[in-house]
């Protein structure tokens, strides 16, 4: 069993989901973490879950950045400790420069909530080892600033060091135009640190554990980490 900590500043949303997933479907030991907190030793991973925090004012994540905690998340991520960020966790990480790139505007400048699909790019990571390479995901979204953004220096880093995990892309896996629902640069909707030992993605996956709901497939991010994390290893399927 691992030790999960999730994440809550003001405006926080999402944090119940995933400790349901967590803890009733996977039968995790996690619990919620106030934002004052500066101590995050005792937990084997750390969740950024989705919502608003501080109303996404000046930009989604930007002042959530700088709260007590995010000095003890970067302690984490350094000693290797895996950190989710999921949509304003993503958002959060990137304005802490734990993760490459920004999330803008959704291109249309419209707020998006819907299904939507994406390509797994990578599985030999603790976050994608439950899929096999090249499986299309069904998984929600919802966000308005979900538009990933990184210079071209910075954009051609990212591919060549593969840390690109997840693609927007038709059900059949095809990256048009047309399935790409905020204008993501290469279509990009999940990403990794050099290091891989921390994940951003736009689409929640703790709204897709279970057939009920529309989808089961975003269980496979947490249980992919749960299997590096009890394992000490990546697995295969496929």
Known sequence: ???????????????????????????????LVWYEERDLERYDAVILPGGFSYGDYLRAGAMARWTPVIEAVYAAAEKGRLILGICNGFQILTEAGLLP??????????????WTHVRVERTDTPFTSAYR???????????GEGNFYAD???????????????????????????????????HIAGIMNKAGNVMGLMPHPERACEAVLGSGDGCGIFASMIHYLTKGRVFHVG
């Open 1 to 31: 069993m691992a030790k999960f900590g999730v994440l809550v500043f003001p405006g926080t949303n999402c944090e119940i989901d995933v400790l349901r997933v967590l803890r009733d479907l996977l039968h995790q030991d996690a619990e």
């Open 101 to 114: 790139g920004a999330l803008q505007r959704n291109r249309h400048l419209r707020y998006v909530c819907g």
């Open 133 to 143: 390479k090249g499986q299309v995901l069904r998984i929600p979204i919802s966000h």
């Open 152 to 186: 071209p220096d910075a954009l051609a880093e990212i591919e060549k060091r593969g840390q690109v995990l997840l693609r927007y892309a038709t059900p059949d896996g095809q990256l048009t135009e047309t399935a790409n629902p905020n204008g993501s640069l290469h």
